[in-house]
């Protein structure tokens, strides 16, 4: 069958006749070769398989047998989409159609009909991919044969997020890109372990400290119960003392608890006290060990770093397209 220009329809016919005759061409040798005529068209749910399936070979047969120029293609297509019927009856046509941001919003979803605007095709030509990219959604756009991502802002900062958790999968990545004494800034203890070493090291040092030691400890603190059992067992006989010191080392575990739990939260001092780490010559961190009670805190290193990631990091092309205004959307291609 030769192929027939629309435009040519168009002036040797009433337009109307010329859209009905285009219409029933499509009705007779595309959909009547089908082995299963649909029921619809104009409604989709926006699966790949039925993209390529279905909405490709449309659009190809359109191509290549009525026009191959884009604005009457996309005219031919969508007009045909909205108006099929299994019956092929067109007597009812009586003119383009025009899918409009209105008609589209009610049957896909926001980033369908971005897509389709920024790349000036049709949303029957857009598949969604069921898995994800970085959390991102996926699409294949027939026209332009690739994979697309497509974000708001925050879709695209969550996503750079995820980007970042998979770039830095183990502890000696990070240190090899940000540095040791870097990396023990990120570095905490929770409250459970922080408890238990305050613990376990208040009374170690309770047990080291000889009574003396105990008695100028605690002299460090005003409080008026301790400052009256400091007095009274400097003015005691020495069969009170031993009452008093037990009662002043109980006080002593206490206060070095108390003070044990707040040095904690200096991580970078307790791995250096304990021998976990050490200063080189040159001012540099050595990481000898970090025990596994000290945890990382990816929240905070990833919030950092994603401040320092461009978007385009996340193509496989390092190049990401913006469309709109106040809110806008970005778009990248991905291999897939």
Sequence with gaps: MLKMKFSQIIREELDIKGIRKVLNTIQKYFIGKLEEKPNNLFSFDGSIEKVESFYIPLFDFIGET???????LMD?????????????NYENVNGIVKLTEGNLKTIFDYEVIVLTNYFRTSPYLIGKVGTRYYSLPIFYIHEEENFYCI????????????????????QQEIINSIGGEEYI????????????LSNEMSIERESEMSDEEILGYLKRFSKPHIVDLVNSYENS??????KIIEELRKYSIEFLYNQYYDELDN????????GFIDMTDGGQVEINKIPNYIKFDWDKFIDDESGDVHFEQLSDYGQVYRYGGDNPYYMFKIDY
């Design 151 to 170: 974000g708001d802002y925050q879709d695209m900062i969550y996503a750079t997020k995820e980007y970042l958790r998979d770039r830095y999968y183990d």
């Design 267 to 274: 991580v970078f001092e307790y791995l250096l006290e304990r």
């Design 76 to 88: 031919i297509f969508n007009t045909f989409i909205v108006e099929y019927n299994p019956e092929g």
């Design 66 to 72: 009525i026009t191959s120029e884009h604005s009457e």
């Design 185 to 196: 800034n990120y570095l905490f203890i929770e409250d459970y372990d922080k408890d238990r």
């Design 237 to 242: 006989s020495e069969e009170e003392r031993g």
